[in-house]
């Protein structure tokens, strides 16, 4: 049971690099979302989706990217990594987009940027 | 908009003391309410939830009832053991369920 699967688990990144974290999930699952995880801030969500071909913008969306192709894949594009985007960041899969579904997260990406 | 507020950490107790743990929440209609737990480098994992008002979620010894009249979600377990120590956080699930709210967390360390 693979679940949600993030890749790296861990990047460090120069001022201006760009760069995708990969997120992937085998549940079938229709919403995918993105958050970042700051001290004393909790999870903010970034971008989602609910479906192949469906984004929308969540909380935080400023210097991110995302697309879903797939079911499956999710990932997320920082175009000019800024040191503001050091954190650590969770994918997270749920069946549907009923309001009662409980999402699966992965093991997060710890990114700094220098 | 759609907010939650849980009680700042952090929580230290000794082993088979109770825990409470407070979350209250602001939301257009009626969402969905959920405490999930983050254990030491892993991400988030769904601890119980409620779908609806005076609802009561329940899991691994721990509780939380939907209260609508006073918008909280207070997690609470009657006797903690180290094996708890985690951080926990409260969320919420948006109207249309495409958008997740979670309040910042309470990190919780039981010591012996």
């Known amino acids: 049971n693979a679940g949600v699967t993030q890749t790296p688990k861990f990047q460090v990144l120069k001022t201006g690099q760009s760069m995708t974290l990969q997120c992937a999930q085998d549940?079938?699952?229709?919403?995918m979302s993105w958050y970042r995880q700051d001290p004393g801030m909790g999870l903010r969500l970034i971008h989602y989706?609910?479906?192949?071909?469906?984004?929308d913008q969540g909380e935080v969306p400023n210097g991110y990217n995302v697309s879903r192709s797939t079911t499956e894949d999710f990932p997320l594009r920082l175009l000019s990594a800024a040191p503001s985007q050091t954190s650590v960041y969770f994918c997270?899969?749920?069946?549907?987009?009923?309001?009662?579904?409980?999402?699966?997260f992965g093991d997060g990406t710890r990114l700094s940027i220098l | 908009g759609d907010s939650v507020t849980q009680m700042e950490g952090p929580v230290t107790l000794s082993e088979e003391a109770f825990l409470t743990i407070n979350c209250t929440y602001t939301?257009?209609?009626?969402?969905?309410l959920f405490w999930y737990v983050q254990y030491p480098g892993e991400g988030l994992q769904l601890l119980l939830k409620a779908t609806k008002a005076d609802d009561k979620g329940s899991n691994k010894g721990f509780e939380a009832t939907y209260r609508k009249e006073t918008t909280s979600f207070h997690l609470e377990k009657g006797s903690v053991q180290v094996s708890d120590s985690a951080v926990y956080f409260c969320?919420?699930?948006?109207?249309?369920?495409?958008?997740?709210?979670f309040g910042t967390g309470t990190s919780l360390t039981v010591i012996p």
């Open positions: 969320a919420l699930s948006s109207r249309t369920g495409n958008q997740f709210y």
């Open positions: 939301a257009t209609g009626y969402p969905s």
């Open positions: 989706s609910v479906g192949a071909g469906i984004t």
């Open positions: 997270a899969s749920s069946p549907g987009t009923a309001g009662n579904q409980p999402q699966h």
């Open positions: 549940m079938n699952h229709e919403y």
